[in-house]
């Protein structure tokens, strides 16, 4: 049995996954502080990929970097092509990630306390230190389940891919199109394989993620102690 569909899953969504942590947490902080009415429209405009149906973003991930548009056709000129690549791919399962993470993100981010931020920043600490030592720890429920939530989205990712990437094995083959080639194929037993193999990968990851929960629960409250005003 060809296992490579399950190592370029697994590849895709954790690339994917690290650039949608970061880029996520990043907006999520940064429109969280923005007025009432520029909130609601980047909210709008960063929320969209969740609710297109995937074939519509890969339709749009093709007109932007198709090898027949401007753009696809100046980074094919220097060397980066995203349509019929794995790290196409990446670009795809990325970009109908990012809402969850960015939305779970902002959530956790919005209900911060800044009394917490206030008292760090009465103790000389800089505003960087505070995000990472004060606002990330209290925050970190939400970032994990956000970041689970689009490994898990990433991984199972099927619509978008097929349209930017398609099916080519070796290359660009993913559990996701596999499953659905080794049924067009009436290969049933083999896709009810590869089927098992995203329940079990899903079912670990959804596992870990639990007790990580359970975890950062327990801990939860010495920030909120250390620094609380009095």
């Not at 619509?159 to 083959?173: C, E, F, Q, R, V």
Request: glycine share 8%; with cysteine.
């Amino acid at each position: 049995m060809d296992w490579y569909p399950l190592w370029n899953s697994l590849r895709i969504a954790a690339i994917s996954c690290v650039l949608v942590f970061f880029s996520g947490i990043a907006l999520a902080y940064y429109v969280a502080r923005l007025p009432r009415v520029l909130k609601g429209l980047l909210d709008v405009v960063l929320t969209l990929p969740l609710v297109l149906p995937p074939t519509v973003c890969g339709w749009l991930l093709l007109l932007v970097f198709g090898l027949k548009h401007p753009v696809g056709i100046f980074l094919n000129d220097v060397g980066i092509r995203f349509v019929m690549t794995w790290y196409g791919g990446v670009l795809a399962s990325a970009v109908v990630a990012f809402p969850l993470m960015y939305r779970t993100a902002r959530g956790a981010f919005e209900s911060f306390d800044e009394t917490l931020a206030w008292s760090g920043k009465t103790l000389g600490l800089s505003d960087t230190f505070i995000f990472w030592h004060i606002r990330m720890p209290y925050c970190k429920q939400g970032i994990i389940a956000g970041t689970v939530l689009a490994f898990a989205r990433a991984l199972g990712e099927y619509g978008a891919t097929s349209m930017l990437i398609g099916y080519i094995p070796k290359n660009t083959a993913t559990i996701s199109t596999t499953v659905y080639q080794l049924w067009r194929t009436n290969d049933e037993y083999s896709a009810f394989i590869w089927v098992l193999v995203n329940i079990a990968i899903s079912a670990v990851v959804l596992l870990t993620v639990n007790l990580s929960l359970k975890s950062a629960a327990a801990k939860g409250g010495a920030w909120h102690d250390r620094y609380r005003c009095p």
